[in-house]
């Protein structure tokens, strides 16, 4: 199982950026994908995470800002970031939990990271 996320780039304060993860491989269910960041000289933090059911949760710094979906069909999950901010400056990664066969447990799994620098 791989997870590549992409999307990162460069965009000046108040820009949007659409950050996608695909995952690969043998898949059976991805449980509770969701977006970390991590900011140089700072701690890995949940962004946000959303439900099989759909359900999310976001960090309170990007709420109403950010929207995070996922399309089942095809293994992907976005982060939609828009009326970004300098403080958005981070390393992005995606995580996943998932059970390959019906019959395994769950294994998490993180993607490679991509950076978004806001510029103000």
């Known amino acids: 199982v791989q997870l590549q996320a992409y999307g990162g780039g460069l965009v000046q304060a108040g820009g949007s950026l659409r950050l996608s993860c695909a995952v690969s491989?043998?898949?059976?269910?991805?449980?509770?994908p969701g977006w970390y960041r991590q900011a140089p000289g700072k701690q890995r933090e949940l962004v946000a995470v959303?439900?099989?059911?759909?359900?999310?949760n976001y960090a309170d710094s990007v709420k109403g800002r950010f929207t995070i979906s996922r399309d089942n069909a095809k293994n992907t999950v976005y982060l939609q970031m828009a009326s970004l901010k300098p403080e958005d400056t981070a390393v992005y990664y995606c995580?996943?939990?998932?059970?390959?066969?019906?019959?395994?447990?769950?294994?998490?799994?993180w993607g490679q990271g991509t950076l978004v620098t806001v510029s103000s």
């Open positions: 995580k996943a939990r998932v059970r390959r066969v019906s019959w395994s447990v769950e294994s998490e799994y």
């Open positions: 959303i439900t099989s059911g759909g359900s999310t």
């Open positions: 491989g043998t898949i059976f269910s991805i449980n509770a």
